[in-house]
């Protein structure tokens, strides 16, 4: 929690599921209006884990989700994910929808970094969005821009003052 703290990321826009005496608890963070879910492992991460996690992106359908363990992901279970997020992954329209890709975070001394790797990505592409839709407004005739650099260059002479005489 507190390393999504440090990414911006709110108390209010967390929700932690922990079970007593687990391995495991579940978290998702709103990030910038986008649903990320995490799995947190306290062992390896395994195909048995992986079909439960699955069900969990289908039934939450968050836009991005992160599997975050002590020890490792199987490579069985990777192979799964590989496969069954690739199958059905757009709506009738061609827009993607679910999950963009799995992020596995093995070990957590790379949580930091990964965290901050996911961010920059939402974070990223909302500053794509706005810009598409700001510049196209910033653009100026060339009527204004020399208007505004006479008036800049007629500013500057009257603030030009003459050297005071010296006595000498």
């Known amino acids: ?21 687990g391995d495991e608890m579940d978290c998702f963070a709103d990030i910038s209006g986008e649903l990320t879910l995490f799995e947190l492992k306290d062992k390896e991460f395994s195909l048995g884990n992986a079909y439960s996690f699955g069900a969990k992106i289908g039934i ?8 975050v363990t002590t020890s490792h992901v199987g490579g ?11 199958a059905d992954t ?35 592409t909302d500053a794509q969005t706005i810009l598409r839709r700001l510049l196209p407004m910033a653009s100026v005739d060339a009527g204004t821009v020399i208007s505004a ?4 260059s007629k500013d500057d002479e009257k603030t ?9």
Not at 6 to 15: H, K, P, T
Not at 149 to 152: E, F, K, V
Not at 160 to 168: C, H, R, Y
């Open 76 to 86: 069985d279970a990777r192979e799964h994910f590989k496969r069954s997020l690739t």
């Open 90 to 124: 757009y709506d009738e329209f061609g827009r993607a929808r679910g999950v963009r890709r799995m992020r596995y975070v093995e070990g957590v001394q790379d949580l930091a970094s990964a965290l901050e790797e996911l961010a920059d990505e939402i974070y990223g």
């Open 1 to 21: 929690m507190e390393e999504l703290r440090a990414l911006g990321v709110s108390y209010e826009s967390m929700l932690i599921e922990a079970k007593d005496g």
């Open 160 to 168: 030009i003052e003459e050297p005071a005489p010296t006595d000498g």
């Open 60 to 67: 939450y359908r968050p836009e991005h989700a992160v599997i």
């Open 149 to 152: 650099i006479r008036s800049r």
